[in-house]
C-alpha cells in the first residue's frame, strides 16, 4: 500500500524519510520556508516561494528570500523549456533592446554607425548568449547567460549560487562552502578568470563591463594557487 | 505439416506492409517470416541509440536505405544534460559503412556528430541522398562540404537548429557544378555568409529544388534574386529582414514572392520589419504553414498578415499575438491544425504581454481541426482548461507551459488538477502531454486514469509525493517516455513500477529523490534496463540514500554501454564489482 508515503499536501512541510545526509546520518527536514537553515548544501527543490507572483493571489513571502533575490526564470537551468536557439534569439532581441534604450537615453556615445552596428548584433555576428563556465575540480560546465548581467557583481553573484551554494533549480554542486566567496576581490580560495577572443586568459574585472562581454568566450573558476600569472 | 508461403510469395506481401509498428510485428511470426522481414526491411527506425548495437541492426536488415536514429534525451534540449553525455553516430555509421552499402537516407536527432562522420558518409555509400540532422552538434561546416563535394545524387540536406562549428561560407561552393539533384536545403543554423553568387547558381541548376531555408546572413536582395531563380519553392526560410527600407526593395520582394505560385510554407523571417509583412500577403492565401516565431512583430501588423491565410494548418507564433490576435486566428483561420505559442521575453518580470488563457481558449472553439498545442502562458485557470477539453476532445498533442511554476489557477487559488483532469478524460487520443502550474498527486491519478493513449509525459515542478508517480506507471498504458524535473520524490514508485519501466522506452528524472542505492536495486532487479546516474559526484562518497542529481533508464539489448563519460555512473549488473563507469575514450 502505498498510503505511507504521502508525504503532506500543499503547503504543508515535507519531510523526507531517505535521510538526506551531509556526512550526518540525520533525516534533513525540508520545509517550504526555503531561505537558509536547513536547506540541504547538497539539494534545493524549488518551492513555489521561490518564485515571484505575477499577478497571483498567493503573497510572495520575502521574509523567505533573505539575502538573495528570487531566482529569475532564465537563472533556472533549462526553464522555461525553450531549445536554446530560441533562447539565445530571444536574449539577442533583449540585447538590441536595451541597447536602443540605452542611445535614446543618451547613455551611450552615439556614434554615426551605431544603428547598423545593432542591426549586425541581431544578425548573430556579435557573439552574444550563453557561454560556458568550468570551475577548477567539477567535471560538469554549466552554462550561464550572459545577458541576463548587467555587472561584474551580478555575474559573480550567479555564479557563486551555480558552483558554491544551494542552487535554485539543481542540486548544488558542491557541499563544502556555505559562506560568500567573493570570487572578484581576490580574497578567497577561487578567482573568475576568461579566456577573450584572442585565445589569452584574464582575471575578470578589469576592463569595463560592455567591454568585457563583447570579448569573452569562456569562463573558468580557477584556484587562486593557479592563477598567479594572470596578475593584476 | 503447415502450409508455407514460398519466401517470393511472403515478399511480397510485406512490400504491402509500410508501417515499422507492423513490420515489427511480422517479424514475430514465426522464423521464416521474421528472416523475409528482415530481409526487406527498407526503413529502420530507432528511437533510442543504445537501446540496440549499430553491429546488430546493420547486420539484422542489410537492405536498409533510411536510418532514423535518435540519441540524447529530450530534455538535453533545455540544457538538463551535461556536455559529453553520449550519443555518438560514429559507431553507426561505422557498422553501416561496412554491412550496408545501400543506405541512401539518415536522419539523426540530438546526437554527435563529427566530421569524420560526416566524411565518412560521404565516402561509404555511393548513391546517398538524404541527411537530416536535427539538434546534433559536434561538426563543423568543412564536414557539410564533404557531404556536398562527394554525394552526386544528394537530394536533401537539411540542418535543423544544429549547433555547428562555423569555418566560413565556402561549404556552400562545394557543391559542383554537376550537381543537379537538390530538393531541399536548410541551413538555418549556420551564422556564416554564403557566396550568394554561389547559392544563385546552385539555385538555378536545381530545378527539382522545393524546399530552401536560408540562413539569418543572406540579406534581401539576396533572398529576391533567389526568389527569381526558383519560383517553384513550396517551401521557404527567409534570411534577415533587417535592411534599410527602401521604396524598390519593397516592391521587388513583393513581385518575387507574388511569383512564387506554390509557396506552402513559410519560416525565418528574422527581425522582420512590420513594414515588409505586405509583401507576403500575395503568399497567404495558400500558406499552410507558417513560422512567426522569430518575428518580433506586434499584435495589429500580425493580425493583417493571418487574416489573410484562410488555409492555414500550422502556426508557431510569439505571445506578442495576445489574446486579442488569437481571437482573430480562431475566426479566420479555420483549417488550423497545430498551433505554437512562444515566449517573447525569457523572464517573468519582463513578460507583460497580455497574452492569457484567453488566448487559447478562442482558438480551441474557433478553429474545430486543432490538434496539436504547445502554449507558454505565465499563468492559467482551470476553467480555460475545461472549456478546452470540451471543445476539442480531438487534440493530440497538448502541452502547456504555465512559466509561472507552482502556478495555481490564479482566479481560484486552487491547483490546475482539475482542468488536467478534463483534458485527460476528455481527450481520449491524447497522444502527447506537458503539464505544469500547481499541481497535486490528485492530477495524477487522474491522468494515469484516463490518458490511456498518452505516449509521451512531460512534468516539471509537481505532485507531492510518491504517489504521483505510482499513478502514472500504473495507470498510463501507453506510456513511453516520461520526464521529470524537480519533483519531491522517487525511490518507492520506481522500484515498485520497475517492470513497468521495461515497457518503456525511457525514463529521465532530475533534481528529484530518487536515492543511489534505489538505483542500485533497479539496476540489480532488471538486467535489461539500462540505469545511469548523471551525476558530477561518484555516487560510492556518499550515503547510499542520498539523491542523485540525474538518471536516465532505458530499456536495451546492447547491455551497458562503452562510452560513458566520468560522470555517468552504471551500475553493474553484478553486485560484486559495485558500480563503475566504463569509459573508453
Known amino acids: 500500500m502505498i498510503t505511507e508515503l504521502e508525504m503532506g499536501k500543499g503547503e504543508s512541510e515535507l519531510e523526507l524519510g531517505l535521510g538526506l545526509s551531509l556526512g550526518g546520518g540525520t533525516a534533513a527536514k525540508i520545509g517550504k520556508s526555503g531561505g537558509g537553515g536547513a536547506w540541504g548544501e547538497r539539494g534545493r527543490l524549488l518551492t513555489a516561494k521561490d518564485f515571484p507572483s505575477v499577478g497571483s493571489k498567493r503573497a510572495a513571502d520575502s521574509a523567505s528570500h533573505a539575502g538573495s533575490s528570487p531566482p529569475r526564470s532564465s537563472q533556472v537551468v533549462g526553464w522555461p523549456p525553450i531549445g536554446s536557439h530560441r533562447m539565445n534569439s530571444l536574449v539577442n532581441n533583449q540585447a538590441t533592446k536595451s541597447a536602443r534604450e540605452e542611445e535614446e537615453a543618451g547613455k551611450k556615445k552615439v556614434k554615426d554607425d551605431e544603428p547598423k552596428d545593432v542591426t549586425k548584433k541581431v544578425n548573430g555576428k556579435v557573439q552574444v548568449g550563453f557561454i560556458k563556465v568550468n570551475m577548477d575540480g567539477v567535471a560538469i560546465g554549466r552554462k550561464v547567460d550572459l545577458n541576463a548581467h548587467s555587472s561584474y557583481e551580478n555575474l559573480a553573484q550567479t555564479l557563486e549560487d551555480m558552483f558554491f551554494r544551494t542552487n535554485p533549480g539543481t542540486v548544488g554542486l558542491t557541499s563544502q562552502f556555505t559562506k560568500p566567496l567573493r570570487l572578484l576581490d581576490g580574497s578567497s580560495e577561487f578567482v573568475l578568470t576568461y579566456e577573450d577572443k584572442e585565445g589569452d586568459w584574464m582575471l575578470v574585472g578589469d576592463v569595463p563591463w560592455r567591454m568585457f562581454i563583447n570579448s569573452v568566450k569562456r569562463l573558468r573558476v580557477m584556484k587562486t594557487s593557479e592563477a598567479n600569472g594572470l596578475g593584476m | ?585
Not at chain 2, 485557470?381 to 502541452?399: E, G, S
Open chain 2, 1 to 585: 505439416m503447415g502450409l508455407r508461403l514460398p519466401s517470393k510469395v511472403l515478399e511480397h506481401i510485406l512490400s504491402f506492409i509500410d508501417s515499422n509498428e507492423d513490420r515489427n510485428s511480422v517479424s514475430l511470426v514465426c522464423k521464416s517470416w521474421f528472416e523475409t522481414e528482415r530481409k526487406t526491411r527498407k526503413r529502420v527506425f530507432v528511437g533510442n541509440c543504445y537501446a540496440v548495437s549499430p553491429a546488430a541492426v546493420a547486420k539484422r536488415f542489410p537492405e536498409v536505405r533510411s536510418l532514423t536514429l535518435k540519441g540524447k534525451p529530450h530534455f538535453a534540449d533545455y540544457n538538463l544534460v551535461p556536455d559529453g553525455w553520449g550519443g555518438y553516430a560514429w559507431p553507426w555509421i561505422e557498422a553501416m559503412a561496412a554491412k550496408c552499402p545501400s543506405l541512401e537516407e539518415i536522419r539523426l536527432k540530438r546526437m554527435v556528430v563529427t566530421d569524420e562522420c560526416l566524411e565518412k558518409i560521404a565516402a561509404s555509400f555511393k548513391d546517398f541522398k538524404v541527411l537530416v540532422l536535427t539538434s546534433c552538434e559536434g561538426f563543423s561546416t568543412d564536414g557539410i562540404a564533404a557531404i556536398a563535394a562527394t554525394c552526386r545524387n544528394l537530394r536533401v540536406l537539411e540542418l535543423r537548429e544544429c549547433i555547428v562549428e562555423d569555418l566560413g561560407g565556402d561549404w556552400l561552393s562545394y557543391f559542383p557544378e554537376t550537381s543537379t539533384s537538390l530538393v531541399s536545403l536548410d541551413f538555418s543554423c549556420l551564422d556564416s555568409e554564403v557566396k550568394i553568387s554561389d547559392l544563385e547558381r546552385l539555385v538555378s541548376r536545381s530545378p527539382n529544388l522545393k524546399s530552401l531555408k536560408l540562413n539569418p546572413a543572406v540579406t534581401l536582395d539576396g533572398l529576391v534574386s533567389l526568389l527569381r531563380r526558383a519560383p517553384q519553392l513550396t517551401e521557404l526560410g527567409t534570411g534577415s529582414f533587417a535592411a534599410q527600407l527602401k521604396p524598390e526593395a519593397f516592391s521587388k520582394l513583393s513581385e518575387a514572392f507574388s511569383n512564387c505560385k506554390q509557396l506552402q510554407s513559410l519560416s525565418g523571417l528574422w527581425d522582420v520589419l512590420p513594414e515588409y509583412l505586405p509583401a507576403l500577403y500575395s503568399v497567404c492565401p495558400g500558406l499552410t504553414s507558417l513560422n512567426l516565431s522569430y518575428a518580433t512583430v506586434r499584435m495589429p501588423d500580425l493580425v493583417e498578415l493571418l487574416r489573410r491565410c484562410s488555409k492555414l494548418q500550422k502556426l508557431w507564433v510569439m505571445d506578442l499575438i495576445e489574446d486579442k490576435g488569437l481571437e482573430a486566428v480562431a475566426s479566420y483561420c479555420k483549417e488550423l491544425r497545430e498551433l505554437r505559442v512562444f515566449p517573447s521575453a525569457p523572464d517573468l518580470d519582463e513578460a507583460n504581454i497580455p497574452l492569457t488563457e484567453q488566448g487559447l481558449v478562442f482558438v480551441s472553439k474557433g478553429c474545430r481541426k486543432l490538434e496539436s498545442v504547445l502554449y507558454f502562458c505565465v499563468q492559467f485557470t482551470n476553467a480555460a482548461l475545461l472549456t478546452i477539453a470540451r471543445k476539442r476532445p480531438n487534440l493530440k498533442c497538448f502541452r502547456l507551459c504555465v512559466i509561472e511554476p507552482f502556478a495555481p489557477d490564479y482566479k481560484t487559488n486552487e491547483p490546475l488538477d482539475k482542468g488536467f483532469k478534463a483534458i485527460a478524460e476528455g481527450c481520449k487520443d491524447l497522444r502527447r502531454l506537458s503539464v505544469s502550474g500547481l499541481l497535486s498527486d490528485k492530477a495524477f491519478k487522474y491522468i494515469g486514469k484516463h490518458a490511456k493513449k498518452v505516449r509521451m509525459l512531460s512534468i516539471a515542478f509537481a505532485g507531492d509525493s510518491d504517489l504521483m508517480l505510482h499513478h502514472l506507471l500504473s495507470g498510463c498504458e501507453s506510456l513511453k517516455k516520461l520526464e521529470i524535473r524537480d519533483c519531491p520524490f522517487g525511490d518507492t514508485a520506481l522500484l515498485e513500477h520497475a517492470a513497468k519501466l521495461e515497457t518503456m522506452r525511457s525514463l529521465w528524472m532530475s533534481s528529484c529523490f530518487v536515492s543511489f542505492g534505489a538505483c542500485k536495486l533497479l539496476s540489480q532487479k532488471m538486467p535489461r534496463l539500462n540505469v545511469e546516474v548523471i551525476d558530477e559526484h561518484p555516487p560510492e562518497t556518499r550515503p547510499e540514500s542520498s539523491p542523485v542529481e540525474r538518471i536516465y533508464i532505458y530499456r536495451t539489448v546492447a547491455g551497458p554501454r562503452m562510452d560513458t563519460p566520468e560522470f555517468v555512473w552504471t551500475i553493474h549488473k553484478n553486485p560484486e564489482i559495485g558500480v563503475s563507469h566504463l569509459a573508453i575514450k
